[in-house]
């Protein structure tokens, strides 16, 4: 039987999604947490990876089990063996032919910073500081120019092997309140590193340093000495994943 999984994560303590040696991971926490609750050597297959430092929100997963249950009970089962930084919040048996991965049509993450002279402590673990704050109308004008389909070889890092960069973005929004800006953009998927560059784009644009042209030639070119800064990891978080159904 599958089942489907929302899972919450603080990234901080974690070196990303995806089991690996020599680090603590999601994937790993929730594999263990499985076994213990179902005496299963299971996997827990997410609907994408998100790398080390970056949390999420609303992270869809799926799971195989032998046992036949009712799907609500299986968060319950896990999250008992799960330590405080990651927590199933909602289960059910997926709908058929459902994977995670394949399945999904949407994502969206939000990117989160402060603007403030001096650093807050309180607000370090989630968000990122400015010292300067940008220019609200440049930043949402910047987001504007990557809304649509385009190649964004220019905000991959290197080295991350896909079969092409091309991506769709549906929306790219940025929003003020008490000091803090979040940028929210949804797409049909992300490469390696994506958002964090994007994001550091739409800041270098507001303070000036780069403009319009560069943006659109980076689109055109791949050229990645026309984009922004890579920001920190700690300011992003996976916020929804759409499947285009109901799942929980």
Known sequence: MRYVLKVAYDGTCFCGWQVQP????VQEELNNAVFKAFGERATVNA????DSGVHALSQVCHVDLSRDMEGAKVAD??????????????????PQGFDSNRSAKKKTYRYSVYCSPRRNPLKDRFC????VTPDMERLKECAALFI???D?????????QVKTTVRTIYDFTVEEYDGEIA???CGNGFLYNMVRTLVGTCVWYAYGKIDREKVLLSLSTGNR???GKTMPPHGLCLIDVDYGVKLF
Not at 47 to 50: F, I, K, V
Not at 128 to 131: D, F, P, T
């Open 225 to 227: 000495a026309l984009v």
């Open 148 to 150: 649509g389909e385009h």
């Open 183 to 185: 940028f929210k953009v």
């Open 77 to 94: 089962a896990i999250n008992f063996y799960l330590p405080n930084d990651v927590s199933v919040l909602y289960s059910a048996v997926a």
């Open 47 to 50: 609907s994408g990876r998100t």
């Open 22 to 25: 020599n680090g603590r991971t």
């Open 128 to 131: 990122v500081h400015l010292k």
């Open 152 to 160: 964004f070889a220019a905000y991959c890092a290197a080295g991350s």
